[in-house]
């Protein structure tokens, strides 16, 4: 198996950086819009063998030195039964959303394992095929719960965090809750055999440096300390530009940034033990391949002598952005050495 | 005149810490709403009676240490002929926005102290009122362009972005004539008597740290070189809690700082002859009285010995904010020597 992205996460990569992209099986590629010609995007999150097409997608057409599972973070909701459905061109929608204590108090306790067994099924399907490590992945307890309480994406967040203010037990039963059905969740995935793991906390960057600590780190936390083998676990949030010394805190194995900070200063702050991740604003690839290079080797060169590197984006791909730009960028990874 | 937060400015202040708001005059306060029933938000900007009017209405409701000029940034556009309109609920709307060089070199050169004149006449008209410093305002250059190019409000200024990293040298034109037209509009305001100013960045934490050096710091820089006396002013932006120590290298008189990050580590990292001013998020105003005196507290106490900190939000007042939380807010600093 490919070693790189598992010697950086361990910070013991003497070869040049790996590099994946999050979201990088998404709609900018022809071959997932072909399939997503023919089902919906929860009929593929929920059909083993299509988690195990979709995840290999990216490593055919482009070589990245990991893959990434295919799923969406909002299967959680949709196992603690609030309704989770995706309406083309707006994203998800939560049918029934949180708004009172409650709401929280009757949510069910499903068992996960039961509840996203075809999650298990997929990663069982496609890691025999991969020759690269499986990262498997959930959203961070913050995250999902502003999903379950606005019941859909949000410019602000506004009822999440009026909730957070007016109720802050009632938010923190929603977020152990969530960070239950984490944990077994991400057990699951490691008994099925992913090599890493990444929560994504996506909308974290609304959020204050105190609130950040006591509404997103701590369940965090808790899930890192929940998990039943000793795997790597990287921590993405956006806001990550200014919250990443505190992740540092909690001692996961890799820290992704977003792509607002420079990575290199970012470095000074962040103990050589944690791996770095990260941080390609997502709209340089609308760029030239000469813009593409030169900002990507502008990282490269910062992070040349880091041995815990992984070259990632600051976020997710974006659906319209070409192929070509992607081959561009790992290209120019793959040829830094 | 109350002399704080002037003497703040200047970070010589050994009173209590000054206080104001951004949009401390907007829709959360009774007697706003009342004057917006009988004008549209546009007429309310273009009727100098209406301006001093409005500038004042926080000022005997809450008794601020500041006023704020009732303005909008997207006055300069509006000047520049691309057709403003503000749809009911739906925030502003550029009728014609820029998508190419063609549309910025055919942009004209308005001259701004008579397109904006009723500007003027409305800091001549509220300034003899004011016991208080006026803060005059204008948009920065980025956040302005962005507007101009989205068209409207924008959740990932993908347009924007688009044009910044395709064609640079084309939103390098456009950042530098809204430059231009802000100095002018800037130094109209100080011959009109205002007392300091304020630059608004609000979109500018979509930008990596090297744009914004080069998109949005360049063109504070101008601006801040460009006006005519030595009038104190404050850079906001939000991504100011990462992007604070770049902004402090054009040495504004104050620099206005964002929710997330912490006001107290961060003045470690501005040097101490530069103000700062902020950062209680502005949803903790949802909360109980309770929880407003404890965070504002929180700030206060951690910035006591500061004599160059100005107290405000991270960010602008939100419209269904009760008045009585803006009561505790501003007493809860008055009361605090």
Known sequence: MNPLFLDALKCKNDSRPPVWLMRQAGRYMP?????????????????????????????????MDAAILFSDILVIPEALGVGLRFDEGKGPIIERPISTLADIQTLPSPSIPESLKYVADGIK??????????????????????YMIEGKSSRDL????????RDPKAFSLLLDKIADCSIDYLNM???????????????????????????????????????????????????????????AEISPAGISLDWQSDIVKMREQIPSHIALQG???????????????????????????????????????IPDIPCDAVRVLVETIKNSR
Chains 1, 2 share one sequence.
């Open 31 to 63: 071959e997932y819009r072909a399939l997503r010609a023919k089902y919906s995007f929860l009929e593929m999150c929920h059909n083993p063998e299509l988690i195990a097409e979709v995840t290999q997608l990216p490593l055919h057409s482009f070589g």
């Open 125 to 146: 399907l496609v890691k025999p095929q991969l020759n690269v490590p499986l990262i498997g992945f959930c959203g961070a307890p913050f995250t999902v719960a502003s």
């Open 158 to 165: 506004r009822k999440t965090k009026q909730l957070m203010v």
């Open 189 to 247: 995935q490691i008994d099925a055999g992913v090599d890493a793991l990444q929560i994504f906390d996506s909308w974290a960057y609304f959020l204050s440096h105190s609130h950040f600590r006591e509404f997103s780190l701590a369940y965090l936390n808790k899930i890192l300390k929940g998990l039943k083998a000793d795997i790597p676990v990287i921590l993405f949030c956006r806001g990550s530009s200014i919250f990443a010394p505190q992740l």
């Open 279 to 317: 941080n390609l604003d997502p709209d340089i690839l609308y760029g030239s391949h000469e813009t593409i290079r030169k900002e990507v080797k502008t990282i490269l060169n910062g992070m040349k002598d880091d041995r815990g590197f992984i070259f990632n984006l600051g976020h997710g791909m």
